[in-house]
């Protein structure tokens, strides 16, 4: 089988949901303590290295922004000197600081990759960890993939277990179990064997957080998810290989990951344990995990492209009555409600997580870039008239969570109808960004900041970094100073 075309297999409830081979925790450490780099496939660790920059570029591109410098401040102020380069950044801060800060900034523009079917931002924690325990260790690039590789696996399968059920209770799968690949990444690195890395898992389950009330009036706090697990897997891993003691059964105990944060009802129904450990080895998740084509929420995407799709056909914005957006009813109360906040997005993030004003604003201005979550664009009348005009409704036959759907019907004024449908997302496994794509991407965002001549340099240090003597050395050039 081609990891290339692998999709992740949903079992269904009639084939078992408990993971065959042992508990969940102890496969994870026998899996990351174990896993040989050669047994990667050469198109998997390519890939990876793809992922990361993809990730590098977009923390370059958030230093642009004012969270950005607020942030480091903070961080700053708690903090002393220390050698892990802050991407796109004056800064060099110690491990787990670091670790936060380059979170941060993966994740601050909403346009790092997504695991589909896991409904997490696995690289945006463990290339963070990894990096962190690189310069503990003084791992080098080779090291350093198989680490992040590690922690992708682990965070994307932990993710598709608890099958899109995180969301519907107002928790960021990204903060949720992204602190456990991060734990696994870090501990690979720091020399961990299984037994330490079992109890470092158990410790993390007691940093594993995430909340979503930044919906609420786009706080910055999403932002800081990434970055918390990437600090929260480097402590665990620490603590573990002292001998630190972690909980037992993390994730299928009593007051375990699944149990604690959906409760014991309806939502612990619908999960799937056997999908936490699927194919470890043999089957790679990380070549189902989604390079974003937009800055915008992923569950938004599929809306995006067909309103895209149409714009041309349809003509201007001033002619059209109504939209009706069908998105998976598992989106709904990220991207769609409150329907009065999601008419008028206050900030960036508002925006990002508005299906409303995005389809309005890829309809008004014929593309969805960053410059369309500017101010200037939130305040664009033409815009705002119309994103009133859009009503969202359930998408029935969508595949959601293998993919995110959309579907845009569009009703002139002299009676005309449109219709597009995207019933698998860009970027989603079988419709990946090319290699090639997600470079041009990475140069987009990386030449917000750097000079021509440096976004060049940076690229081939990640993308040779299998060949790299020191991991550290080949992204301390992301640091300004």
């Known amino acids: 089988r081609s990891v290339m075309n692998f999709q992740p297999k949903i079992v269904g409830s009639d084939e078992g ?48 922004y004012d969270f950005a410098h607020k942030t480091l401040a903070g961080i700053r102020a708690l903090s002393g000197p ?56 003084g791992a080098s690039g080779r090291e350093m993939v198989t680490a992040f590789i590690i922690g992708v696996e682990a965070a994307a399968r932990i993710g598709m277990a608890a099958k899109s059920q995180f969301h519907q209770v107002g928790h960021h799968p990204t903060g949720m179990v992204g602190v456990f690949g991060a734990t696994l990444a870090a501990g690979r690195l720091l020399g961990l064997n299984a037994r330490a890395m079992v109890h470092a898992q158990g410790i993390a389950l007691s940093m594993a957080s995430g909340s979503l009330q930044f919906l609420e009036d786009g706080a910055w706090t ?50 799937d344990f056997s999908l936490a450990t699927a194919g470890l080895g043999e089957t790679w998740e990380l070549m189902a995990t989604a390079i974003k084509p937009f800055p915008t929420c992923h569950f938004t995407h599929g809306a995006i492209d067909a309103a895209l799709a149409l714009r041309d056909e349809v003509g201007a914005a001033e002619g059209i009555e109504s939209i009706l957006v069908k998105v998976p009813e ?66 029935p036959d969508s595949p959601f969570p293998a993919a995110y759907s959309g ?47 440096r976004v060049a340099r940076l690229e081939a240090d990640v993308l040779e970094l299998d060949a790299a003597a020191s991991a550290l050395e080949a992204f301390s050039g992301f640091a300004t100073a």
Not at 411 to 418: L, N, P, S
Not at 422 to 430: K, L, S, T, Y
């Open 330 to 395: 598992g989106t709904h109360k990220t991207i769609c409600e409150p329907e009065e906040k999601k008419f008028a997005p206050q900030n960036d993030y508002d925006a990002k997580f508005s299906v409303q004003f995005l389809v309005a604003a890829a309809l008004v201005r014929g593309q969805l870039t960053l410059s369309e979550l500017e101010p200037d664009a939130l305040r664009d009348e033409t815009i705002l008239a119309l994103t009133r005009r859009v009503r969202f409704a359930d998408d």
């Open 82 to 137: 220390g050698e892990v380069p802050v991407f796109g950044m004056p800064a060099r801060l110690p491990a787990r600081d670091g670790a936060i800060m380059n979170g941060y900034l993966c994740h601050g523009l909403d346009y790092d990759d997504t695991h589909i079917a896991g409904i997490v931002h696995p690289t945006a924690s463990a290339l963070p960890a990894a990096l962190a325990a690189a310069q503990i260790s």
């Open 407 to 453: 579907e845009v019907l569009i009703k002139t004024k002299d009676g005309r109808e449109f219709l597009h449908r995207e019933h698998i997302n860009r970027g989603a496994a079988n419709r990946p960004l090319s290699n090639g794509e997600i470079v041009a991407k990475y140069r987009d965002n990386a030449a917000m900041t750097f000079g021509a001549e």
């Open 222 to 271: 999403k932002r800081l998810h990434p970055g918390w697990a990437a600090s929260s897997g480097l402590t665990a891993a620490s603590l573990a290989r002292e001998g630190f003691h972690g909980a037992s059964a993390p994730y299928d105990g009593r007051f375990g990951l699944f149990n604690s944060y959906l409760g014991c009802g309806p939502r612990t129904a619908e999960l």
């Open 17 to 64: 949901t408990q993971p065959d081979g042992g508990p969940i925790e102890q496969q994870l450490a026998d899996f990351a303590a174990g896993l040989d780099h050669d047994a990667i496939p050469a198109q998997v660790r390519t890939r990876a290295v793809h992922h990361m920059l993809d990730a590098a570029g977009i923390a370059v591109a958030s230093t642009r």
